[in-house]
């Protein structure tokens, strides 16, 4: 690097300084949660949450270890619901994406403004409710958790679209084309191989809006068979008697007692985060990736 | 030379065989719904349908706006936005240079990792997080800050509204800092280091360098960015505005956008019509933002417009 100017240093410490502060407060909130988690219930009662518990107390994992009917149902559902529509939104963005660089099919251009159209103008929840409730009926299905919204949008298929269209070498797909493959093998064996980074890049945005998605939930599931993860963490926050009241349902163990509420609540969001904090690290760069080229196009 | 015309027209089919499911998602999620606008000019019977149901003209407008909600929720969208606009960018910007000052490649790393993560969490986990702090009786801040400050009465944060526009602008850039601070880097780091090396040589100070290469460097992302938002002004982020606020009703004149407002007027008061009026208004005026937003981005910098 050389030699630094005193002006460097200075500036250099004032950058770490800054970055420290901003990483604590990034940190700190999930800190408490976990901390809160830990904690005896009575002392979160009488005092509150805290970050260093006079009393550990691990009731509440125990309490969701015990329940893991209902919280690990929810759990399962998430998981599903994440895998089939992350996979279901690669196949279709890429075969969409793959379409739309043939640039020899008559039409092409014409399906290419429908899907810049849908990035313009969008007819707003109220219709969108309507025709996937009255039209599609998809309420009370694991269909209104993957399709509404999220499953695929005109910016990924850009993204995708963009990809092939500057990374994939035209005369490979003719050279294919000419020894007699048919589409789908080149798109399947070959295209989608060679795209790897970018469907890896797309996959995880998609994964993580599934697993954290609760909007889907809140309007199209009522059923609590059908709870996501998030959207059990959303119905505790609108009624804290919620798990007291469905724990009896279930024909739980009898818990209804000393219903360690607050301290659960706390254990079951940490219990949610958890996959994501877990893999997050090591795709870290494709996270910031996806931020980079939606600063170039989007 | 038939063989060639032949292999072609397999080639189309096939290629339209496979962008079917993804333009039928595309039809059934996006183009339905533009047809559904007309909800908004029915006076719905569920048991007639859509289509069948009678005509009410402009009645739900003139309900929506007569009711003083539409004021309100227009100028709480439009002023958080502005706010949102102004800290995302300038925040963003100020702390991409400052980790860009830093010459440790893992330290950098690190720091980016750990900034971004409250990105990645759901608005409900960060609704859970706030309310460690805010809760009335078993919030953080009323059980340990304020008695440490020798305050004895405590603060009903869910029910005041004087303290909802600090906590959300406070909280969305919680979240979002890590984002926009990357989004910035990567514009940064893609300026050719030729240009600070000349600057240097010539005795730039570093305050100048910012000011002479890096913000005009970064002036077209900026542009695009803001008119971007500009074009968003009319939507806002329904997980913030509703989770955030739990909401709660005694803070509405103060948290209620049109995304909340349309919601609850769907959800919880049933009334499909002023719902879908709110939601039309939103659309059409979303709509005329967005193109001009990008007329005005082509003006400026064509490669950066949309259409």
Known sequence: MGIQSKGDKIMGMIAHMVMIILSAAAVIPFMLLFMSSITNEQEVTLEGYGFWPKQFSLEAYKYIFEQWGQIGRAYGITLIVTFVGTTLAILLVAMLSYGLVQKDVPGIRVVFLLVLLTMLFNGGIVPTYYVYNNLLHVKNTIWGLVLPNLLMNGFTVILVKNYFEHNIPAELIEAAELDGANQFHILFKLVMPLATPILATVGLLTGVAYWNDWTNGLYYITDDKLFSIQQLLNKMNENIQFLANNASLLGGTAINTALPSGTVRMAIAVVAILPVIIIYPFFQKYFAKGITMGAVKG | ?307
């Open chain 2, 1 to 307: 030379m038939k063989t060639k015309k032949k292999l072609h027209w397999k080639k189309i089919g096939a290629v339209y065989l496979m962008m079917f499911p993804a333009l039928a998602y595309f039809f059934i999620n996006n183009y339905l719904p533009m047809l559904g606008i007309v909800i908004a000019f029915k006076k719905v019977n569920y048991g007639l349908g859509v289509l069948k149901s009678p005509w009410a003209g402009l009645d739900n407008f003139q309900f929506l706006f007569s009711s003083g909600s539409a004021w309100l929720i227009t100028r709480n969208t439009i002023f958080y936005n502005i706010g949102f606009i102004i800290l995302n960018t300038v925040l963003g910007i100020v702390i991409a240079i400052l980790l860009n000052e830093i010459q440790n490649k893992m330290a950098t790393k690190v720091y980016q990792t750990v900034i971004l993560l409250p990105y990645l969490m759901s608005w409900v986990v960060a609704s859970y997080l706030v309310y460690a702090f805010l809760g009335g009786d078993t919030g953080f801040i009323n059980n340990t800050i304020l008695p440490l400050l020798g305050s004895d009465k405590t603060i009903a944060f869910y029910q005041e509204t004087k303290y909802w526009p600090f906590i959300l602008f406070f909280v969305s850039q919680w979240k979002g800092i890590g984002f926009n601070m990357i989004l910035y880097y990567a514009c940064i780091i893609g300026i050719a280091p030729d240009y600070y090396e000349a600057a240097r040589v010539d005795g730039a100070k570093k305050w100048q360098e910012i000011k002479t290469i890096t913000l005009p460097f970064l002036k077209p992302t900026i542009i695009t960015m803001v008119i971007l938002s500009i074009g968003k002004m009319f939507y806002s982020d329904f997980g913030l505005f509703y989770q955030i606020p739990k909401n709660s009703g005694m803070l509405y004149s103060v948290t209620q956008t049109i995304d909340t407002y349309v919601y609850n007027a769907l959800m919880t008061q049933n009334n499909l019509g002023m719902s879908a009026a709110a939601s039309f208004y939103q659309s059409i005026v979303g709509f005329i933002l967005v193109i001009a937003a990008n007329a005005v981005i082509r003006k400026i910098s064509r490669e950066n417009a949309m259409f």
